[in-house]
């Protein structure tokens, strides 16, 4: 059994920091694929950036220059570094896992930016 562990959410006001981290636990092997999607109010769920074991870490561009994925394979863990954050990225954020052919879900954490 494949679990995802979310945490780093909160309230910060535009133009502050936040980090994201997400702990994936059970048998995963050592090739996979772990991103971060959100979803905000009223739109459809979308990818904000990924990172494989493998593969270099891909970015939407709404958050170029401003995000920085990153992850530990020791720890089987992924982080998002969210600098210069702005209302617009007010959403849920979900961690996602890919490897073996499925795709595993976080419980979301709740990234609110407002002042």
């Known amino acids: 059994q494949v679990q995802l562990v979310e945490s780093g959410g909160g309230l910060v006001q535009p133009g502050g920091s936040l980090r994201l981290s997400c702990a994936a636990s059970?048998?995963?092997?050592?090739?996979?694929?772990m991103g971060w999607y959100r979803r905000a109010p009223g739109k459809q769920r979308e990818l904000v950036a990924s990172i494989g074991t493998f593969a270099p870490a891909n970015y939407a561009d709404s958050v170029k220059g401003r995000f920085t994925i990153s992850r530990d394979g020791g720890k089987n863990t992924v982080y998002l570094q969210m600098n210069s954050l702005k209302p617009e990225d007010t959403a849920v954020y979900y961690c996602?896992?890919?490897?073996?052919?499925?795709?595993?879900w976080g419980q979301g954490t709740q990234v609110t930016v407002s002042s």
């Open positions: 059970g048998n995963i092997g050592n090739f996979y694929t």
């Open positions: 996602n896992l890919v490897f073996g052919g499925s795709s595993n």
